[in-house]
């Protein structure tokens, strides 16, 4: 094995291990300082868990739980249409007194963070920086393979393996973060069914992108059938990549973001 090869094999091999602890690590960490759950007072209400209860624009009136919108992953719920209006209009400066809302379910405080919860729910927010890598990454990766497959380019396809490995390594990467902010973030029934797909999606993108990176060092290496795999699983990958997009999109700005 060449010296390039052995070190793709050693960055798929370390990212390979990297995935075994995306999972476990920070839904384990989570789980130890996880609050009550939810009234059921609260529940009749007509509100979920942790909703505020007071509008953020209007402070002294209480919400009415059909008024809602979704604001960075979050379900805000206000007390009439023309406050909904205004908060639409800019957020900013309604968030201290959304913030600073009574929530619904009671105001018992959850257990305080231990350091290691803390470093994992701050690692999560580096999550919406380092995705754009992978995207970027592996969608080239996949450009490159079909420009020298068509140009029978040897130097675009050894372009296309390195650029997927890396690829590989960060989807990892952004797959790790992801659940650790996923595991400390709180969202409505509708998007909370939409983040644990989304969160899935993810790690099933760093596993075909990690597939992916090894056919690719298997194809120049020994040729045959591999390259075909290869482009196979580079393809698989970066679908992958645009319909775990797609939902992490519905997260943030909501189900109506892509309606024309």
Request: aromatic share 10%; charged share 15%.
């Amino acid at each position: 094995m060449l010296p390039r090869q052995r070190t793709l094999v050693r960055l798929l091999a370390l990212a390979a291990l990297a995935a075994a602890a995306v999972v476990a690590a920070p839904s384990a960490l989570a789980d130890e300082g996880a609050a009550a759950p939810a009234s059921t007072a609260a529940l009749a209400a007509g509100l979920p868990a942790g909703a505020n209860t007071m509008c953020p624009v209007l402070t002294d009136e209480p919400v009415d739980p059909s008024i809602w919108v979704d604001y960075q992953g979050r379900r805000v719920y206000l007390c009439c249409q023309r406050c909904k209006k205004k908060f639409l209009e800019d957020p900013t400066p309604y968030l201290a007194a959304l913030e600073a809302s009574p929530r619904a379910g009671g105001d018992a405080p959850a257990a305080p963070l231990s350091g290691s919860q803390r470093l994992v729910r701050f690692a999560g927010r580096f999550h919406p920086a380092t995705v754009h890598f992978p995207i970027a990454l592996i969608a080239v990766a996949a450009l490159f393979e079909i420009l020298g497959a068509a140009r029978r380019d040897k130097t675009l396809a050894v372009a296309a393996v390195w650029l997927a490995a890396l690829g590989a390594a960060g989807a990892v990467g952004a797959a790790a973060l992801g659940w650790s902010a996923a595991a400390f973030s709180s969202f409505p029934d509708d998007l909370g069914r939409v983040l644990e797909t989304h969160r899935w999606l993810g790690l099933t993108t760093a596993s075909a992108a990690v597939f992916a990176a090894a056919a690719g060092v298997l194809s120049l290496r020994r040729g045959g059938g591999w390259p075909f795999l290869f482009r196979l699983l580079l393809l698989a990958a970066t679908v992958l990549v645009l319909v775990t997009g797609f939902f992490g999109g519905i997260l943030i700005y909501g189900f109506d973001h892509y309606r024309w």
